[in-house]
């Protein structure tokens, strides 16, 4: 995906803090406004049990329904409402008991009678003062309240008061997103709105770092949602979206994306899969000599972690649909090199005992390589007539979940999490280099 696409961030906008501090609380009006599952989440996690029935039980179909950003509440006719709501909207909850009691009216220096969010339902009022970090917006709260009863009867301890925190406002986004992915209703705006929050405010997200999450499997979504916002903060790189994978584009011709994941014992794998279509595999075995195969680690600010150098034959169709993972021990002769480059491509249901044959001479027996890839299942006894094949590899920097840990201490900081994948990604911009390293070292093959 390009980054540029993000709704919430223009192609042109200067991203400066002050900017992003603004847009945020129109980015959520903007969500609010565009995703229904989202404005009813919010809008019953706010009002009371008797106004959300009240409201909902029967449609009145003269009712209003009006959302806006910075609306001046002198202007605003507070006797229309049978009940209004005061929100303060902060990075953690503030202590609202006792409200009316602690406050009164103040003249704050260059104060403005506007509230930064308005939602008119019917004849429900909420009015929400934001504030992006862990400021006490009480007393603006208050003022905001003072100026929209000024020439009202009513009296202040007739408005509900409350304290939400930005936290629990991202928590309803997640949900509202899932649910519209669960119903194929994908829409830009939680989409984006979460993609400009995991950059800029990550720590307004449910993921806690890696150091606070114990290798256990209970804690292999929170994983998830760490790497996730770590992946999706690293700057001028695009993002790769298929289904849950976590991944960023690739601009070398011999593979187009690099994807993060972690293994079963919690070891983060970086992968990318050189020669995953014919066209990567032209340029992986007529532009490079592959001796980077034999290299068993990489070094990455300064420490050195473990490569997984694999054999991958993918077929694919419209999507993926089955493969073989394999070393040079299973083979009784190479299959992934030049010579064999005429075998891939577009494999028609004529071809495919050849192919079975070709397969046959060059595994070992004891690999079975039918039943690795379920050959008679996917393939064979198929409704298929044909399929595309590549020969190529699976190529993994391998960082354990120790490392990740020491890195990884706080919610609020992911830059250094980010950085260092960036680092990896950036290793693997120069995997050609690799080659030179081992002719420097250990000479070339014959």
């Not at 006792?98 to 009216?105: E, L, P, R, T």
């Not at 400021?135 to 009513?154: A, M, P, V």
């Not at 408005?159 to 209703?185: G, R």
Request: aromatic share 14%; with cysteine.
């Amino acid at each position: 995906m390009d980054r540029h696409l993000n709704i919430f961030r223009p192609f042109s906008h200067n991203q400066a803090k002050e900017h992003i501090e603004d847009n945020i609380s129109r980015a959520f009006v903007l969500c609010l406004q565009n995703s229904q599952v989202l404005l009813h989440k919010f809008i019953k996690g706010v009002i009371s049990s008797e106004d959300y029935d009240y409201l909902f039980n029967n449609f009145n179909p003269n009712a209003n329904f009006f959302i806006d950003i910075q609306v001046n509440l002198l202007k605003v006719d507070s006797t229309a409402y049978k009940s209004i709501y005061a929100i303060a909207l902060t990075s953690q909850e503030l202590e609202m008991l006792g409200f009316f009691d602690i406050y009164s009216f103040k003249q704050l220096e260059n104060y403005r009678p506007e509230t930064d969010i308005f939602i008119n339902l019917n004849d429900v009022l909420i009015i929400i003062e934001v504030k992006r970090h862990g400021e006490d917006c009480r007393q603006q709260l208050y003022n905001q309240i003072h100026q929209l009863l000024l020439n009202s009867d009513t009296i202040p301890n007739d408005v509900i008061v409350k304290s939400i925190s930005w936290l629990s406002i991202m928590e309803q986004v997640y949900k509202a997103h899932n649910f519209e992915k669960y119903t194929n209703n994908n829409q830009p705006f939680l989409h984006d709105f979460l993609g400009l929050i995991r950059q800029y405010r990550s720590s307004w997200l449910p993921v806690t770092p890696f150091a606070s999450l114990p290798p256990e499997d209970a804690f292999n979504h929170q994983r998830y949602l760490r790497l996730q916002a770590a992946v999706e903060a690293i700057e001028d790189v695009n993002l790769v979206e298929k289904g849950n994978r976590i991944g960023l584009q690739f601009p070398l011709s011999w593979s187009d994306e690099v994807l993060f994941s972690f293994d079963n014992k919690n070891t983060l794998g970086v992968v990318v899969f050189p020669g995953n279509t014919k066209g990567q595999g032209y340029s992986l075995y007529y532009n490079n000599d592959q001796d980077w195969r034999n290299i068993q680690e990489v070094e990455v600010n300064g420490v050195k972690f473990k490569t997984s150098i694999t054999s991958h034959i993918k077929f694919s169709g419209q999507g993926y649909i089955t493969g073989l993972w394999f070393s040079n021990n299973d083979e009784k002769k190479p299959i992934c090199v030049k010579e064999n480059f005429h075998l891939t491509g577009r494999k028609n249901k004529e071809t495919w005992d050849d192919l079975a044959s070709f397969f046959d001479k060059s595994f070992k027996e004891e690999y079975n390589w039918k039943e690795k890839c379920d050959w008679n299942k996917k393939i064979k006894e198929s409704n298929r007539t044909r399929f595309d094949l590549s020969f190529g590899y699976e190529v993994a920097i391998l960082i354990p979940y120790e490392y990740l840990q020491s890195i990884d201490k706080t919610t609020q900081d992911i830059d250094k999490l980010s950085v260092f994948l960036k680092a990896i990604y950036n290793k693997f911009l120069s995997l050609l280099e690799w080659e030179k390293n081992l002719e420097n070292n250990y000479g070339r093959r014959n």
